[in-house]
């Protein structure tokens, strides 16, 4: 089982980006999926959370409005939808899952089971 995330780059202020996960070999039925970031010298932050049974998701308040989290259950696919994007938003992205977690606030405060290599994205001012 794995997850590889996709979709990083480069953008500027005010731009949107579009990231992917592609979850290997797990159900998300379940499940609790999430996206955390880490900008260079910080600690990873949880960013959004998803249930994948229900669909329910969760946001930080520093993306709530401006990032958008879902999943396609059948292609086994996490997106983040990502606009207005500023230059604080910049760092590495990992797709979390915790196959038997439930999706809440406090989710993004604790670690996932499963993260895949992150990828990067940068946002330029």
């Known amino acids: 089982a794995q997850l590889a995330e996709s979709g990083g780059g480069l953008v500027q202020a005010g731009g949107s980006l579009r990231l992917s996960c592609a979850a290997f070999g797990f159900t998300f039925d379940g499940a609790a999926i999430a996206w955390f970031r880490q900008a260079a010298g910080k600690k990873r932050e949880g960013v959004a959370c998803?249930?994948?049974?229900?669909?329910?998701?969760y946001y930080a308040d520093s993306v709530k409005d401006r990032f958008t989290i879902s999943t396609d259950n059948i292609k086994k696919m996490v997106y983040l939808q990502m606009d207005s994007l500023q230059p604080d938003d910049t760092g590495v992205y990992y797709c979390g899952i915790d196959p038997h977690g439930t999706a809440s606030p406090s989710l993004l405060n604790y670690g996932m089971d499963y993260w895949g290599e992150g990828t990067l994205v940068t946002v330029s001012s």
């Open positions: 998803i249930s994948g049974s229900d669909g329910s998701a």
